[in-house]
């Protein structure tokens, strides 16, 4: 079984920072893709950001510039450092793993609230 754990939400003011950090743990095998997703109140989850097994990136345009994505394979984490961060930021923050390009996890969420 596979659990992911995110970690590093919180309240900041407008043009803070904060990082989110993701740990996969359980039987994992062929880890290719993590991807953040966030989910605003009364809105659809919407992607954020992917990062591939090869460690290439992909941003939504909303956050690009300002978040980045990186991953630790050793330690089977994905991170997301918000910067600029925005009131429209504020939401619950999902991560999502897939593995042997089948299998997708999910997170519980973390939840970040960017204040005006």
């Known amino acids: 079984q596979v659990q992911l754990v995110e970690s590093g939400g919180g309240l900041v003011q407008a043009g803070g920072s904060l990082r989110l950090s993701c740990a996969a743990s359980?039987?994992?095998?062929?880890?290719?893709?993590m991807a953040w997703h966030r989910q605003a109140p009364g809105k659809q989850r919407e992607w954020v950001a992917t990062i591939t097994s090869g460690s290439v990136t992909v941003y939504a345009d909303s956050v690009k510039g300002r978040f980045t994505i990186s991953r630790d394979n050793a330690k089977n984490t994905v991170y997301l450092q918000m910067s600029s961060l925005k009131p429209e930021d504020t939401g619950v923050y999902y991560c999502?793993?897939?593995?042997?390009?089948?299998?997708?996890?999910w997170g519980q969420g973390t939840q970040v609230t960017v204040s005006s």
């Open positions: 999502r793993l897939l593995s042997d390009y089948v299998n997708v996890y």
């Open positions: 359980g039987s994992i095998t062929g880890i290719n893709n």
